[in-house]
């Protein structure tokens, strides 16, 4: 069971990718079959973020009622039915209608899956998780490109990957007997949970609501909301502004931008894949330290003045490296760090300021960089870089004071 769950959320977590691209690859071709302006994919793209926040918030309320299996398969088939209804969309205000249905699914779903495999399952899974998001999220392109070189139209590439979901939807329903009796890896007492009453009791079905206003209050709870969404606005401004910056600030040929601006989620991707093979002997506080500070490097070659644009586009590629484990880190960490009964909490608030930090910092330093130019960009991405270590760091701190404070038998 433990194998064939895990199997399952494996194709979830690649067919989730999927859809993530389809704005952004079909938009070109999109806005002029319905008339609109290049500029209006901005308003698809934040009524999705919009409910994937509210969702996400939501998560924990709806997952202790109904379940991770449920939530998950429901959500899913949200993201599905969203997926077929775009592709039957011939208006602009339909696409914003099915945009709703969209971003709730989505957050909910990563909020509970996330939370599911950070209580039962390796260090290793959670990386190599992200990793096959990451490449549903490259394989998308691919689909979106072929149905407008075959004729078919951007609408066909929307229908099947809504087709895609359908079907993991009922693969999901039909595995939902799986999902209470996958026990994994349990961790030991961590420190969080002693200073929690009931902390070792599972955020799951029926166990007690933890209410927004208490997760917040809890220790430490701030300061990975911080990091989090420090490197999640990190992230999402290097994908979409990093060619622009090779380009305009250091003379890079825009084909060879291209080429290396996606090069940084290959890199990520790959990176998550690796990352796997030894999370679990390092550790998720190692992982995150270690994935900053290679953040760092890249970002340091990035903006190296030298006559040579080669070290700005590896750095580019280190860039990419350094971001592969911290999100799953982050996540994985939160059940040791927070106790597994407000983990599920957690997680969904770290969920929405995620996609708060990947909706709002790209076009913040957008109109930063109109005023100033786009030299700042390595800058921005510095400040971002400290922040997200400065915050994750102060929680380690954190955690190793609860651990002194222990009780040797609880320790053990």
Not at 141 to 154: D, V
Not at 181 to 189: A, E, H, M, R, S
Request: charged residues 10%.
């Amino acid at each position: 069971m433990y194998s064939l769950l895990l199997a399952i959320i494996y194709i979830a977590f690649v067919s989730l990718g999927l859809p993530d691209s389809l704005v952004g690859a079909g938009w070109p071709v999109m806005h002029q079959d319905l008339g609109v302006p290049i500029a209006f994919a901005g308003i698809i793209t934040m009524i999705i973020a919009a409910g994937t926040i509210l969702s996400s918030l939501a998560s924990e309320r709806v997952t202790r009622r109904f379940g991770a299996g449920i939530v998950t398969a429901v959500s899913v088939g949200m993201t599905a039915a969203a997926l077929v209804g775009f592709s039957f969309s011939d208006s602009f205000w339909m696409l914003c209608l099915w945009a709703i249905p969209y971003g709730l699914g989505a957050g909910a779903v990563d909020a509970a899956l996330n939370n599911y495999v950070a209580l039962h399952y390796a260090a290793r899974h959670m990386n190599w998780l992200h990793g096959c998001w990451g490449l549903g999220a490259s394989i998308s392109p691919f689909i979106m490109s072929y149905a407008l070189t075959s004729g078919s139209g951007w609408s066909s590439a929307y229908l099947v990957v809504g087709m895609m979901q359908v079907v993991l939807t009922f693969a999901l329903l039909i595995s939902i007997p799986l999902w209470g009796k996958v026990n994994g890896i349990t961790p030991i007492v961590h420190p969080a949970e002693a200073d929690h009453e009931d902390g070792d009791e599972p955020s799951g079905r029926g166990s007690a609501h933890v209410p927004l206003a208490r997760a917040l209050r809890i220790p430490g709870v701030l300061l990975i909301l911080t990091a989090f969404f420090a490197y999640c606005a990190l992230e999402s401004t290097a994908i979409l502004w990093a060619s622009s910056y090779l380009v305009t600030d250091r003379g890079v040929e825009p084909a060879t931008a291209a080429a290396f601006a996606s090069l940084f989620l290959l890199g990520v991707t790959a990176g998550r894949f690796l990352a796997g093979f030894f999370a679990d002997r390092v550790g998720d506080q190692k992982m995150i330290r270690g994935g900053f500070l290679t953040v760092g490097i890249g970002v340091v070659l990035l903006a190296l003045p030298l006559e040579t644009t080669i070290l700005a586009l590896v750095g580019l590629v280190v860039l990419g490296l350094g971001c592969a484990p911290i999100y799953p880190a982050i996540i994985h960490s939160t059940p040791v760090n927070f106790g597994r009964r407000n983990s599920q909490a957690i997680i969904g608030i770290q969920m929405a300021a995620a996609y708060t930090g990947s909706t709002f910092a790209p076009p913040l330093f957008g109109a930063i960089s109109t005023w100033t130019g786009m030299w700042i960009l390595p800058l921005f991405l510095a400040v971002l870089v400290a922040l997200g270590l400065l915050m994750s760091e102060r929680l380690n701190a954190l955690v190793r004071s609860r651990a002194d404070g222990m009780s040797p038998a609880l320790r053990r």
